[in-house]
């Protein structure tokens, strides 16, 4: 990581205070248990080998928590009665509570499980999705902590505030903004459908109702046979478990699954970004312009306010 880049993501991280009246820190547990983001490493990087591909999912609940009340790990929460956000609508298909928990056990063990619990389990969902892109993406970013678990958590939160598949432009900009977040966040954050994988029910109108220059009628076929044989498909054709680029790509050739997604070709700012995004020469090894701004749109999404709570033992379950 450069110099460069490495000042210019810790003055995005000071910049952002928390909603308990301090701000967020970077190396937040070090003084309390220096060990706990290699803990919380180490458990996804063995979550991920054991089930390729929910990293993506780890990635994706990060923003369903993070869009909803702040980032608070409500989304991880699991009532008895169904109740939770986890069992929205909008939440169809969100996976990878599997690898919170276990992260959550190894960070506690690596403090020697005590009495209270150390890290909270909105902080773990931060580190373990910025440990998700290292996996998927080979780049990274700083993350701060300090977050507290809500004690709440409500199916009807996630309705206005998660994008809708069939947003238009406009209406994903106001989400975003709603939750401090630029149209260029808003592209370099949508660039994560390069991985992870979508229900045939999202998209389906966008291959059964062809609109020419909305979409490659080759590529509609296409999804229609793989959704006539099963219910999920990859957001992205070409490299589905990679966190890359190739999504811009296939953009511009109208090779993408929803409205939302294509319908930010319609915004001549987001077209030239991602016209820079698509064009880029991807060296793995070097930080591009996208993975720049892809890490310092989570730091900022990652400090979006949440609200008063607790430090949960256990991640499903309020104290």
């Not at 969100?94 to 020697?112: N, Q, T």
Request: net charge negative; with cysteine.
């Amino acid at each position: 990581m450069t110099m460069y880049y490495s000042c210019l993501i810790f003055a995005v991280l000071l910049s952002f205070p928390s909603a308990y009246g301090v701000d967020l820190e970077p190396n937040y547990y070090e003084a309390k248990c220096p060990n706990i983001e290699g803990a919380i490493a180490n458990a996804v990087a063995t979550e991920e080998g054991k089930n390729q591909g929910i990293c993506a999912g780890v990635i994706r609940l990060f923003f369903h928590d993070c869009f909803v009340n702040g980032c608070d790990g409500s989304v991880l929460l699991d009532f008895p009665d169904l109740s939770s956000e986890k069992y929205s609508p909008d939440n169809l298909g969100l996976r990878g509570f599997e690898v919170i928990e276990a992260a959550k056990e190894a960070a506690e063990a690596s403090c020697g499980n005590r009495p209270s619990p150390v890290v909270s389990c909105a902080d773990v969902l931060a580190y373990a999705a910025r440990d998700c892109v290292k996996l998927l993406g080979d780049f990274t970013y700083n993350v701060v902590a300090g977050r507290l678990d809500s004690r709440v958590s409500k199916a009807g939160d996630t309705k206005g505030n998660l994008p809708g598949a069939k947003f238009g432009v406009e209406q994903l900009k106001t989400n975003f903004a709603n939750k401090g977040l630029s149209a260029k966040d808003l592209v370099a954050l949508t660039g994560a459908h390069s991985i992870g994988q979508a229900h045939c029910t999202s998209f389906s109108d966008r291959y059964t109702n062809i609109v020419d220059n909305e979409i490659n009628r080759t590529y509609a076929s296409e999804l229609k046979t793989k959704c006539d044989s099963k219910p999920i498909v990859d957001q992205d054709y070409v490299t589905p478990n990679r966190l890359d680029v190739q999504w811009y790509t296939n953009e511009n050739a109208n090779k993408v699954l929803f409205f939302s997604d294509w319908v930010l070709r319609t915004d001549t700012p987001s077209q030239n970004l991602m016209n820079n995004y698509a064009n880029l020469n991807v060296d793995l090894l070097t930080f591009t312009a996208w993975q720049d701004d892809f890490g310092k749109a989570m730091v900022k999404m990652g400090n979006i306010l949440g609200g008063d709570g607790e430090i949960r033992k256990v991640c499903s379950a309020r104290n």
